[in-house]
């Protein structure tokens, strides 16, 4: 399996276990509390790195058992190319977050402590369609 | 002058058989890019850098019009 397919499965699935983590976490926080809130948002970045870090040895551990010698990873142009598009996309999605939050703040009454959680969340699907699309361009 | 886009057409494939049937892991190493480049490169998906292509016609010792050309219209 090409290592770079590899990190972006991993990535994905991380997307879901803290998908996952937050759904749980979500009824338990007080999201008045700012104090809250931030503790909450700073662990999901915790969690997020840590639960990578995991399925990518994870990952590496199943294709060295079932696949047999992975191929050597090599960063060329190309990847560099695909790097740049997906930072853009990413870009205009999180752009288009934020102003929209910053209009929800403005004229929709919505919290500070809401609106970084929503911040959050821009951040983290923006980040998913960027795997989307690295994976769609190394098809 | 003309903006119309360029149909580029490579010869990598049928270098690659005159060579010893080059594979394409060999010809990528040999330039230090993934085999996944040398794939989308022979398939016209991707057009490679200038100083790629070179590194591409050296491999095969041709010229840069032997390995890349537009397509006639």
Redesign the interface.
């Known amino acids: 399996m090409?290592p770079?397919k590899k990190n972006i499965f991993a990535s994905l699935i991380t997307a879901g276990i803290v998908a996952y983590w937050m759904y749980n976490q979500f009824p338990i926080i007080d999201m008045t509390d700012p104090i809250q809130v931030g503790q909450f948002l700073l662990k999901t970045i915790g969690v997020s790195v840590i639960t990578n870090i995991i399925m990518v040895i994870v990952l590496s551990l199943l294709v060295g058992i079932f696949a047999g010698k992975e191929?050597k990873p090599?960063?060329?142009?190309?990847?560099q190319l695909i790097e740049l598009y997906v930072m853009r996309v990413i870009l205009v999605i999180f752009s288009i977050g934020f102003v929209t939050t910053l209009g929800l703040v403005g004229w929709n009454n919505l919290s500070i402590n809401m609106s970084l959680v929503v911040l959050y969340l821009c951040m983290y699907a923006a980040n998913i369609i960027g795997d989307l699309l690295k994976l769609y361009w190394?098809r | 002058m003309s903006k119309a886009k360029l149909t580029i057409i490579n010869q990598i494939r049928r270098l690659r058989f005159d060579h010893n049937e080059m594979t394409q892991q060999q010809l990528a190493a040999a330039i230090g890019v993934s085999r996944q480049t040398i794939v989308a490169v022979e398939k016209g998906k991707y057009n490679p850098s200038l100083e790629l292509a070179f590194q591409i016609a050296m491999v095969f010792d041709q010229p840069l019009e032997k390995v890349f050309y537009v397509a006639s219209k």
């Open positions: 090409d770079k191929e090599v960063f060329d142009e190309r990847d190394y």
